[in-house]
């Protein structure tokens, strides 16, 4: 999700909940995603998963950002709508169960998210999985050939 405010573009990012991402910030932070199943329509997928993530239904034009690699092996893909969190907004992120502490036996819930923030430009690059970076300069160059029709 982006939206614009006064002439500054802002991207949607999420942070990932559970111990392992506790103290890390820059870096970390992702677009909301998930796996799809074999031969699963992917935009359907992203569209689910935003839902599930943010416990909000996404709506709107959706432009397409193509697919990247994570450092990890993992394929992303992604699209992007324009729209903003609602006034009330209260994340409602969906969780996962692992054990923890590690070897301890015991079985922990935590959110698959616990933040959702608007970040502008250079910002959003720095708290972004740098692997994801490309997805922002190819909404900034969507967004520039919409804007020259």
Do not use: C
């Not at 935009?43 to 943010?54: D, G, H, K, W």
């Amino acid at each position: 999700m982006f939206r614009r405010k006064s002439v500054a573009l802002e991207v949607l990012l999420v942070h990932p909940g559970g111990p392992f991402f506790a103290r890390k910030d820059e870096g970390a932070w992702t677009i909301p995603k998930g796996e799809p199943v074999p031969g699963e329509d992917l935009l359907a997928r992203a569209q689910i998963e935003f839902e599930e993530e943010l416990g909000i239904r996404p709506s709107g034009k959706w432009i397409e950002l193509g697919s990247i690699k994570q450092k990890g092996g993992k394929t992303v893909h992604a699209w992007a709508f324009e729209g903003d969190l609602p006034e009330a907004f209260e994340l409602k992120s969906n969780s996962f169960e692992i054990e923890w502490p590690p070897r301890s036996g015991k079985l922990k819930q935590f959110p698959e998210i616990d933040r959702a923030e608007f970040f502008r430009g250079e910002v959003a690059l720095r708290k972004m999985n740098p692997a994801q970076a490309p997805f922002l300069d190819r909404l900034l160059a969507a967004l520039h050939r919409t804007e020259e029709k």
